[in-house]
């Protein structure tokens, strides 16, 4: 299917995202960043997905043979997402792989993943030539040497995919702090997550308890918003929950 590029802002209707080879033998070689906070970035991006209820694809190539499992706190976040194993490096070289994204049907597509100059290359290359707009989440990609992934982000970027991190992600796709479910849940995903940002987040609390408070009071805007259950609590003085306890992402 070769879809034409309809330059836009990223919306959580108009994306898919993709995860690709979240798996512990290509975590174990990456050395362009820290694996720890590399998999820790992938699990964020997959919490946005999961509370703007994106479609979402898990990827693996050789899953019994090589790179193993899904790494399982990326998994945990989709226990019913079945990851497409494969054997190619390009996604879109698996008619299985092309037969959901036509059924997604949606012409944006957010794609992170190991090795960056890998699978990850070869499916945005493959995308940009069927008319895909790609964004690209480079903190959330790794590769063998940071040398590797940095002249592989940089002919990506030239081939016409977009860099971002997954916290300019999450601000891309929320731009309306008004509903109360989607403010609780982005807020502990920031404050959790998001390093110096989310710092900045604690110490300014009181401020954002204030500000909570006097949006949940106006009357939310119709916007189609999901249900967030783990944060429809009840938050009175006699009965407050931790927000840790409500929510099933804990802290890493």
Not at 128 to 134: K, W
Request: with cysteine; aromatic share 8%; glycine share 6%.
């Amino acid at each position: 299917m070769i879809l034409q590029p309809i330059h836009g802002r990223l919306t959580p209707t108009n994306c898919a995202i993709i995860l690709m080879d979240y798996q512990p033998q290509f975590v174990l070689s990456i050395n362009s960043a820290d694996g720890d906070i590399l998999i820790h970035n992938g699990i964020n991006l997959a919490k946005i997905a999961k509370t703007f209820s994106i479609p979402t694809l898990l990827t693996t190539i050789g899953q019994s043979s090589f790179g193993g499992p899904v790494v399982s706190g990326l998994q945990k976040i989709f226990p019913d997402e079945e990851p497409f194993d494969r054997t190619t490096l390009s996604l879109f070289e698996d008619t299985r792989v092309l037969a959901a994204l036509e059924k997604i049907g949606r012409n944006k597509l957010v794609i992170a993943g190991l090795w960056t100059d890998f699978g990850v290359a070869a499916t945005v290359q493959q995308a940009r030539q069927l008319g895909y707009e790609v964004f690209m989440v480079v903190d959330a990609c790794g590769d063998v040497t940071p040398k590797a992934h940095a002249i592989a982000t940089q002919r990506l970027c030239r081939e016409g995919a977009v860099p971002m991190t997954w916290l300019q992600i999450l601000l891309a796709l929320h731009r309306d702090w008004a509903p109360p479910e989607a403010y609780d849940v982005l807020v502990h995903i920031v404050k959790n997550h998001a390093s110096a940002y989310g710092l900045e987040m604690h110490y300014t609390r009181g401020g954002l308890d204030e500000r909570q408070t006097r949006l949940a009071n106006d009357k939310p805007r119709e916007r189609g918003w999901p249900n967030a259950p783990w944060f429809q609590s009840d938050h009175s003085a006699d009965n407050k929950k931790d927000l840790d306890q409500a929510s099933p992402w804990q802290p890493f």
